[in-house]
C-alpha cells in the first residue's frame, strides 16, 4: 500500500451480512429528519505512523471496538467533516465542492496535529459509500444524503503526545431538514458569557472540542425559546463571530452585505465562500469585516439592516428573524427571510441541484 500525497488508495469491499430491507428503508426515509437514520456501509482507512494510510475497507456500519485507554478518549484528537450529495433530476449522483471539504479537513488535522489524508482518497471513500448506499436517498423535498468524514487518535497510551495511530472513517445520514418544517427564520439568544474560540485556538479548525465548548450556551438559548446560539470574540466581547454551527451574513439597506472575517476564531465555512461569490456574481459588495453587536442592534432598529441569515451545509441558508439577549431583543427587516436571502439560497440550491449552469465548476459528478 503506497501512501504519496499522490498515490491512489485501493478500498477492499468487505460483505453485509444484513443490509437493511427495502421496505423497511422506504417507510424510514419517508420522514427522515436530521441526523437521526444512517445508511447501511462505512468506509473506514487506517493509519500507522512510519507506514501511513493502509487497510481501505467498504463495509457494514457497525459498532467500533475501543479500548478503554484510546487516545481520543482522553485527549480529544479528532476532527470531521459534513458535506452532502444530491440527486439530480436525470438520476445522477453530485457532490458539492468536495475538495474544499478535503481541504479544510487537512487544515483540521494540521492544527491538531493528526496525519493528513490525500485529498483523493478522501475524495475516493466518498464515492465508495454513495455508489454503496444509493438507495438511501430520501424522496423527500430538499432530501440529500448527508456525509459525515471523521478521524480520530486509535492509539492506545496515555500521555500527552501526538498519537502514533488514527481511524478515518465515512458515515452517511439520510437527510431532510434542518430546522423544523414552517420555521421561516429562526431566533437567536446572544452568549455574552461564554465564548466560542480564541485567538490562537482551534476556532478555524472543525474538531468536536469547538462544538462541545458550545453546548451549555445552546442549551440556554432552547431554555428561552430560541433556536440558536451567536457568540461574541473573545477578547473584547463585543463583535460578532458566528453561531454554533453556522456563519453569518448582514444585508444592509443599500444591496451590500457583510460577513465577519477570517481569523483563526470562525470556521471558514464552504457554504459561506460559496454565497459570497454569488453575491459578487449579482454586483453586489461583500464585504469581510467585523461587525459589532451595537451595531447589528442599531442598523436592525435604525432600518439600514434590512436582513440577517445565517449559513452551513446542514441548514444551507436561514433567516434570521429575531435576535435576544441579556440586554433586550430586535427584530430584523420583517422578521421572516428577505428577498436577498431568498434569491442566494435558491441560486445556491439550484446549482447543487443540477437545475441550474455551474459557471464555477463546484458541482462533482459521481456516475
Known amino acids: 500500500m503506497t501512501t504519496s500525497a499522490d498515490s491512489r488508495i485501493e478500498f477492499t469491499r468487505l460483505p453485509h451480512p444484513g443490509p437493511v430491507p427495502g421496505a423497511t428503508r422506504a417507510e424510514a426515509l419517508a420522514d427522515p429528519g436530521f441526523g437521526k437514520l444512517f445508511s447501511d456501509h462505512m468506509v473506514m482507512i487506517d493509519y500507522t505512523e512510519g507506514r501511513g494510510w493502509h487497510d481501505a475497507t467498504l463495509g457494514p456500519r457497525g459498532p467500533i471496538a475501543l479500548d478503554p485507554a484510546t487516545a481520543v478518549l482522553h485527549y480529544a484528537q479528532e476532527i470531521f467533516e459534513g458535506l452532502k450529495a444530491y440527486r439530480h433530476d436525470d438520476g445522477t449522483i453530485a457532490l458539492f465542492r468536495p475538495r474544499a471539504n478535503a481541504e479544510r479537513f487537512n487544515a483540521s488535522a494540521r492544527r491538531l496535529a493528526m496525519p493528513e489524508l490525500p485529498e483523493d482518497a478522501f475524495i475516493e471513500a466518498i464515492r465508495q459509500i454513495v455508489a454503496a448506499d444509493r438507495d438511501w436517498f430520501p424522496p423527500v423535498a430538499g432530501g440529500s444524503l448527508y456525509l459525515r468524514p471523521f478521524m480520530f487518535a486509535s492509539e492506545v497510551f496515555l500521555g500527552v503526545r501526538p498519537a502514533r495511530n488514527y481511524k478515518f472513517i465515512v458515515i452517511a445520514s439520510p437527510a431532510g431538514n434542518y430546522f423544523k418544517s414552517g420555521a421561516p427564520a429562526v431566533s437567536i439568544w446572544v452568549s455574552e458569557d461564554y465564548t466560542r474560540a480564541a485567538p490562537g485556538g482551534t476556532g478555524a479548525a472543525k474538531c468536536g472540542g469547538n462544538y462541545a465548548a458550545s453546548l451549555v450556551p445552546m442549551a440556554e438559548a432552547m431554555a428561552r425559546g430560541h433556536d440558536q446560539v451567536v457568540f461574541l470574540d ?5 463583535w460578532i463571530e458566528e453561531l454554533g454551527g453556522m456563519n453569518l451574513f448582514f444585508v444592509f439597506a443599500d444591496g451590500s452585505m457583510v460577513t465577519p472575517p477570517l481569523g483563526g476564531t470562525i470556521l471558514p465555512g464552504i457554504t459561506r465562500d460559496s454565497l459570497i461569490d ?47 439577549g441579556a440586554h433586550g431583543s430586535f427584530t430584523i427587516g420583517s422578521g421572516g427571510p428577505g428577498q436577498l436571502t431568498t434569491k442566494l439560497r435558491d441560486r445556491l440550491v439550484a446549482i447543487q441541484r443540477g437545475s441550474a449552469p455551474d459557471p464555477h465548476g463546484w458541482v462533482m459528478k459521481l456516475d
Do not use: P
Open 278 to 324: 454569488l453575491a459578487r456574481d449579482e454586483g453586489l459588495t461583500v464585504r469581510e469585516e467585523r461587525y459589532s453587536l451595537d451595531q447589528w442592534r442599531d442598523d436592525a432598529q435604525s432600518g439600514r439592516l434590512v436582513e440577517t441569515f445565517a449559513c452551513g451545509t446542514a441548514a444551507v441558508v436561514t433567516a434570521v428573524g429575531t435576535v435576544a
Open 234 to 238: 473573545a477578547a473584547e466581547r463585543k
